[in-house]
């Protein structure tokens, strides 16, 4: 004869009399979509007696990863990624040799200033 716990069989251990009302798919609950900009829904569900404001507008879609809301009808726009730079925009961008040393210059003078102080 195989002993277990010393549970009665066919009891649950661990529910009470009380309580498991308040909690899992027994509690109030309410429904709230929302929409990516690719249209896909995904609901969630957030206890009845939370206030209005504590429920998100936006959250990620796990469908899509992108950002969704609230509004069917005016989803959360795709955020918008900088494209890839190439070296040679990066070269284009870089300052020329006059703006490099005037920059160093104002960096050394600020140098100077600071250690003029630091000795008084």
């Known amino acids: 004869m195989a002993s277990g716990g010393s549970a009665i069989r066919g009891s649950r251990v661990g529910a009470g009399p009380m309580g498991e009302q308040d909690r899992g798919f027994h509690a109030d609950r309410i429904q709230v979509s929302y929409w990516d900009a690719l249209g896909n829904e995904t609901v969630r569900y957030f ?14 879609c796990p469908a899509s990863g992108l950002p969704a809301g609230r ?14 730079k190439t070296h040679l925009a990066y070269v284009k961008e870089r300052r020329t040799e006059k703006e490099a040393e005037q920059l160093l210059e104002d960096a ?13």
Do not use: F, H, W
């Open 47 to 60: 206890a009845a007696n939370l206030p209005d404001d504590e429920i998100p507008e936006t959250i990620d």
């Open 108 to 120: 050394l003078q600020q140098l100077r200033e600071r250690r003029g102080t630091a000795a008084s």
């Open 71 to 84: 509004d069917k009808a005016n989803p959360p726009s795709v955020t918008k990624l900088e494209p890839y």
